[in-house]
C-alpha cells in the first residue's frame, strides 16, 4: 500500500512566523503536490513537483514555497505565515508508471491555524 | 452575511437507499476523470476513475456516468451505508498529471 505522511497533524504558528510542512512516500512515485483545502471551496493546487528538484506553481502558489530535495520528501514553505493561510494543508503523490490512473494518494492532512 | 461557497452541498439520504451525487466538470477536452471519497479528520481516498472513451464504469456497489454531451459526472452508490458518509469529491484529469477538483458534496447517511 502507497503510504503518504505529513509531519504534523495540527499545528499552531503565529503571524509571521516560517512554517515548514512536511510530506514523506514510501513509493518511489516522481509526482507529489501540496493542496490546501477549504470549506466550500474543494482542493486547491498551491505547487507540485514532478521530479526531484523540479517544480511547478499550481493555482494559489503566493504566499508558498516549495522544496523537493529527494524524492520522497516534498516540503511547503509559509515563509511569513498570515491568518488567511489558516487552512488544512494536503499532500499527494502519484506515480508515473505505466497504468492509465491518475489517482493520486493522499496524506491525512495538517491542519495549520495562524494566529 | 454569508459567502457562497462556504457551505458543501448536502445529500442526505436513509441506510439502505441507493444514492446519486453529481459532478459538473469544466473543459470538454478532459479525458480522465476521478471520484474520492473524504471522511471526517482524513484524506482522499480515491473511489473509481473513468476514461473520456467510455459512458459507465462499475466498482463495488458504486457506478460512474459520464456525460460528455453536458459535461456531467455522477456517482451513484448502491444500498448506502452508513459508513458512506462523507464528503465526495469529483476531479478530472488538467495539463500534466494534475487534478482539478470541485467544492465536494457531503453525503448524510440516516438510519
Known amino acids: 500500500d502507497v503510504k503518504v505522511t505529513q509531519s504534523s497533524r495540527y499545528l499552531v504558528k503565529r503571524t509571521g512566523e516560517k512554517v515548514f510542512l512536511e510530506c514523506v512516500q514510501d513509493?518511489?512515485?516522481?509526482?507529489m503536490f501540496w493542496y490546501r483545502q477549504d470549506p466550500g471551496l474543494g482542493l486547491r493546487l498551491i505547487y507540485f513537483?514532478?521530479?526531484?528538484?523540479?517544480?511547478e506553481k499550481g493555482d494559489i502558489p503566493e504566499g508558498y514555497s516549495v522544496s523537493r530535495e529527494k524524492k520522497e520528501r516534498f516540503s511547503l514553505i509559509l515563509e511569513s505565515a498570515s491568518t488567511n493561510q489558516t487552512s488544512m494543508y494536503l499532500c499527494?503523490?502519484?506515480?508515473?508508471?505505466?497504468?492509465?490512473?491518475?489517482?493520486?494518494?493522499f496524506g491525512p492532512g495538517t491542519r495549520l491555524t495562524v494566529t | 452575511g454569508e459567502s457562497v461557497g462556504l457551505h458543501l452541498p448536502t445529500l442526505s439520504v436513509q441506510e439502505g437507499d441507493n444514492s446519486i451525487i453529481n459532478c459538473a466538470y469544466s473543459n470538454s477536452a478532459s479525458d480522465y476523470f476521478i471520484w474520492y471519497k473524504q471522511e471526517s479528520g482524513k484524506g482522499p481516498q480515491f473511489i473509481i476513475d473513468?476514461?473520456?472513451?467510455?459512458d459507465k464504469r462499475q466498482g463495488q456497489r458504486v457506478t460512474v456516468l459520464l456525460n460528455k454531451t453536458v459535461k456531467h459526472l455522477s456517482l451513484q452508490i448502491a444500498a448506502t451505508q452508513p459508513g458512506d458518509s462523507a464528503v465526495y469529491f469529483c476531479a478530472e484529469k488538467s495539463g500534466y498529471n494534475k487534478l482539478i477538483f470541485g467544492a465536494g458534496t457531503r453525503l448524510a447517511v440516516h438510519p
Open positions: 513509493m518511489d512515485h516522481e509526482n
Open positions: 513537483s514532478y521530479d526531484v528538484k523540479m517544480k
Open positions: 473513468i476514461r473520456s472513451n467510455m
Open positions: 499527494a503523490s502519484l506515480g508515473q508508471g505505466i497504468t492509465s490512473s491518475y489517482e493520486q494518494y
